[in-house]
């Protein structure tokens, strides 16, 4: 099962520093027990918000929390959107705890985690679909039912082949989407899946924001037109902030300030730091519509640039 991307094709700057991050973030493990709690309910929350808006659950962030982390039913909304949440961040919590190096992903976790994703709102949670689908937007025709099993097959198998664990989360995550092998929750069930793949090689989980929804639909239609560019710039970018996360947790050096913060002092504007951040130059986080970024993150940029790179 042949990707049509490699490492070399990733975007260059943000993948040296995902490297480079992810040997330090090594390098300190094990992390405090506390530490790692509060960052499994940190992301935990941001994981299931996103990954349930982006499928159209009206829930806020705040309404979000209540339900997961105080068991409070919002007012006004579905019993359907309080499942939503409880049974994805159910499901983050088990990739937490799963994942693990050689972990082998086939039939039987990606049933787990329909199940588990998607009961009390689906009949059949957990099992393959017996209908033909259509996704909503997109022009892709998903396989027939009777081909799913053999093309999920072909994916498994072609898996372990790909030795970059980036690439094989961004493989797994498309190839979900596009064999669409559930009625619903199949979104839902690629991302936990793509992440499950991620924990495994000691990655941090990824967070795709439901402000992204547009492009992130847009990488898939080029995924499955066979351009894989897009979606693993996106993915990659994401990796990076999850691994700044987890870094950010252990070094005070790399503490998450807003870009506001960092620019006073700096020879750099908070307009041309968020450009920057933008582009992936400069390791940064968006947290809800502002940008985050560290002391340690400004210096490794300041030494990159040419002299007199300087904005205001």
Not at 58 to 67: G, V
Not at 242 to 262: K, M, T, W, Y
Not at 265 to 294: C, D
């Amino acid at each position: 099962m042949p990707i049509p991307i490699s490492v070399s094709d990733l975007p260059p700057v943000t993948w040296r520093r995902v490297q480079s991050n992810l040997k330090e973030l090594r390098s300190r493990r094990p992390l405090p027990r506390d530490v790692l709690e509060r960052l499994r309910q940190q992301l935990r929350l941001y994981h299931t918000y996103n990954s349930n808006a982006i499928e159209g659950n009206t829930l806020s962030l705040k309404e979000t929390r209540l339900i997961i982390e105080q068991g409070i039913t919002i007012g006004g909304k579905s019993v359907r959107e309080h499942l939503e949440a409880t049974n994805n961040a159910e499901a983050f919590d088990w990739i937490w705890e799963s994942g693990r190096p050689g972990l082998r992903f086939d039939h039987a976790p990606l049933k787990k985690l329909h199940e588990m994703v998607t009961k009390g709102t689906l009949e059949s949670p957990g099992e393959y679909r017996r209908q033909q689908v259509r996704i909503g937007g997109s022009a892709h025709l998903p396989p027939p039912p009777s081909e799913i099993v053999r093309r999920l097959d072909q994916l498994f198998k072609g898996l372990p082949a790909i030795r970059e664990p980036v690439l094989r989360s961004i493989c797994l995550h498309h190839r979900l989407a596009s064999i669409h092998p559930f009625l619903d929750g199949n979104g839902r069930t690629a991302r936990l899946a793509a992440n499950l793949v991620l924990i495994s090689a000691g990655y941090a989980p990824v967070v795709l924001r439901v402000e992204d929804r547009r492009r992130y639909y847009k990488c898939l239609d080029e995924a499955d037109r066979g351009r894989y560019g897009p979606l693993s710039g996106f993915v990659l970018h994401a990796v990076d902030e999850g691994l700044a996360v987890f870094l950010s947790a252990v070094d005070p050096e790399r503490a998450l300030v807003p870009l506001r913060q960092l620019a006073r002092g700096s020879a750099y504007s908070q307009e041309y730091l968020s450009l920057r951040a933008r582009q992936g130059v400069l390791e940064a986080v968006k947290i809800g519509r502002t940008w985050y970024s560290s002391k340690h993150a400004l210096a490794r940029y300041a030494e990159t640039v040419q002299p007199g790179t300087q904005a205001r």
